[in-house]
Every structure is written in C-alpha cells, then in structure tokens.
C-alpha cells in the first residue's frame, strides 16, 4: 500500500535549470495538493488539483507550474529554477472535499536544492 | 481560515500522556479542527479530526470545548516514537488549503 509517491527524493540544480517533481497517489483520491517548507516554517500551499485536468493556484504559485493529466498523477514544474526556491516539496492528497472534511496524505518529501 | 495558537514547545515522560492545547478563538461553524504531526524530515502525518464532538481513534483523542474556542490533542500512552511538531490547524469544510502555523515541538522523554 504505497499510498502518496514523491520522485525523485533529493535534487540539486543549478539556477536557471528546468526540472518536474511527480506525485503519484494511489488512494483513487479525487484532490491533489503541492506544498513546500521552507526551514522552521509550516507548509505553504503551491497549487492544487480538484480533479483531472483542472488545476488552481494555491498561497505561493509563482515561478512554477502544475499539471494533472491523469487522476493518479500530479506534476510540479520549475521552468527556471531560482535559489528562493531551495525548499523541500510535499505533495498531498485526499477524497473529495465536501459537507463532511477530508484530511490530507502526504508524501515523504522532495529535497531541492538551487545553487 | 481561523488562526490558531499553540506554544511552541513541551516535553513529555514516556508512557504518560500528552495534552497539547490549541486555542481558535475565531473559529467559525463550519469548520473543523485537525491535527496533524510531523515527524524530523517526514511529510506531515494526519492525526485525527472533529467539528464539535469529542473524537477518538487509534491514536489520539481530541476534546473541543463547547465554545469550541479551543480543544486539547491527548496523546494517552507517549512513546519516544511520538516525537513530533503537532500542528493544530483549522479548515474549513470543503477547503482546500491546510494553514500550517509554528506547532508544538514535543520531546518524548525516557
């Protein structure tokens, strides 16, 4: 039961590189979430994904982009990566959100690093 | 989403239990108090979560006062395993964004 999926672990760019996180969930969950923390801080929310093919911009979307092109698949793109974003990257997911909350399962973690 | 208070650090005997407190004094009535623990570079855990009842499941209890301005996550039985920053958030129903504040830093001790 793998649950939330995060490739790869660990990265190191260099400024001005491209790169793709991928998140892959296989809870059949409906809603998907990319976040990042930053050292001390709590999570902030990059962008989200209510279902596929949709996608919304969550608390800290600039400089990246997200794609969701399968259900089970969620993808965080960096078109030219700058060291303010040195971050580690958690991806989450959840049923539908409704009447009655969900909560959110995340990931282990992407570890990225911009030199 | 309401804001919410909790103090940055405790420590804990093993084998007693553990009350964090959390304070939502601008909770509004639909919505919900979750916890949710991270444990050193893991992604963050779900614990449990509830509206305006108590709430218990395999690994916690959480009580939310009738005001529900406030609610105490109780760990019955601390492990060193529960060495975690436990974050108290508040969501509402059908929200999409978890609002992680600083959280309780809790130092399981032998």
């Known amino acids: 039961n793998a649950g939330v999926t995060q490739t790869p672990k660990f990265r190191v760019l260099k400024t001005g590189q491209s790169m793709t996180l991928l998140c892959a969930q296989d809870?059949?969950?409906?809603?998907m979430y990319w976040y990042r923390q930053d050292p001390g801080m709590g999570l902030r929310l990059i962008h989200y994904?209510?279902?596929?093919?949709?996608?919304a911009k969550g608390e800290v979307p600039d400089g990246y982009n997200v794609s969701r092109l399968k259900k089970q698949n969620f993808l965080l793109g960096l078109e030219s990566a700058a060291p303010s974003q040195t971050s580690v990257y958690f991806c989450a997911s959840s049923f539908r959100q409704g009447l009655r909350n969900q909560p959110q399962h995340f990931g282990d973690g992407t570890r990225l690093s911009i030199l | 989403d309401a804001k919410t208070t909790q103090p940055p650090s405790m420590d804990c005997a093993e084998g007693r239990a553990a009350n964090l407190p959390c304070n939502h004094s601008t909770i509004s009535g639909n919505e919900y108090v979750y916890w949710y623990r991270q444990i050193h570079s893991q992604g963050p855990q779900y614990i449990i979560h509830?509206?305006?009842n108590n709430e218990t499941n395999e690994m916690a209890s959480l009580i939310i006062t009738e005001d529900r301005k406030s609610s105490t996550l109780i760990l019955p039985h601390a492990t060193l395993r529960d060495t975690a920053v436990y974050y108290c958030i508040v969501q509402r129903a059908a929200g999409n964004k978890l609002t992680f504040g600083g959280g309780t830093r809790v130092l399981v001790k032998p």
């Open positions: 509830g509206l305006k």
């Open positions: 809870m059949n969950h409906e809603y």
């Open positions: 994904s209510v279902g596929e093919g949709t996608t």
